[in-house]
């Protein structure tokens, strides 16, 4: 009978046990490593929201922009164009924050009807916006019609309806109808290099001021994100009290 070979049995049990035990060392490594990778991660994105917070808080501070353009006779303006305080708009008719303060310029308009004037000026965002520079240039044919109030306020408020349209054009027209506009004018002008351009020039403005969001607001030339009717109303009122006379 052949004898068992205990001692070459009892290293190869030490061999097993010496492995185990190190592939469970390296595990553990793995495990620390890991988990000190999360927590940097979630430390640092806790920061970022710390910080983005503070951020998003600190864009009501108005900036002062000597550098904006005054009003000239090219320039979409509501309101009573000889009105003391002028409210800039850069924005972008596919942007949903644009859409979403629209109601509140509207209101302004209203409330500080005579005293202010609102200047809108096109910044379509095409990076992220496919239809931003063609819903520009029915904006643009509109105002040329002189409906540009009320195809501003249809495009804002039926954004959902075309913003995904490969091509909108023919939304844009029924719009211009409802609006009482003359279709074949309105598709004339929509689609005329002057308008496309008109566009391009408002982005590239936009670009030059340093402007990066929309919408991005002028009360003056104090640069700021209004989060409310409030932050409207402080920097009109601050406006009109320098317009008047001295005692």
């Known amino acids: 009978m052949q004898k068992k070979d205990y001692s070459s049995e009892h290293q190869s049990s030490n061999w097993e046990q010496g492995m185990k035990k190190a592939q469970r060392a390296q595990l553990f490594k793995k495990i620390a490593l890991w988990s000190g990778i999360i927590a940097v991660c979630v430390t640092g994105l806790a920061a970022l929201v710390i910080y983005a917070d503070k951020n998003t808080t600190s864009t009501n501070v108005a900036v002062e922009n000597p550098n ?11 309101g009573d164009k000889e009105a003391k305080v002028t409210i800039t708009e850069y924005a972008d008719f596919q942007c949903p ?20 004037k609102l200047v809108y000026r096109f910044f379509p965002l095409r990076g992220i916006h496919k239809n931003a520079l063609i819903s520009g240039q029915a904006a643009y044919a509109a105002n040329n019609l002189g409906k ?84 409207f109303k402080k920097l009109i009122d601050e406006e009109l009290a320098k317009q008047k006379p001295l005692q």
Do not use: H
């Open 148 to 231: 540009f109030s009320e195809m501003k306020d249809l495009l804002y408020d039926n954004q959902k309806d075309w913003e995904a349209l490969s091509d909108p054009r023919e939304v844009f027209e029924g719009y211009a109808s409802s609006a009482g506009l003359d279709s074949e004018k309105f598709r004339t002008i929509m689609n005329s290099d002057v308008a496309k351009k008109a566009v391009e020039n408002g982005e590239k403005e936009a670009i030059s001021l340093g402007l990066n969001s929309t919408p991005t607001f002028f009360v003056g030339t104090k640069k700021f994100s209004p989060s409310g009717y409030e932050d």
């Open 68 to 78: 904006l353009p005054k009003p000239t006779e090219q320039d979409i303006i509501l």
């Open 97 to 116: 924050a644009c859409a979403a303060i629209n109601p509140l310029t509207n209101r302004v308009l209203d409330e500080y009807k005579g005293k202010v």
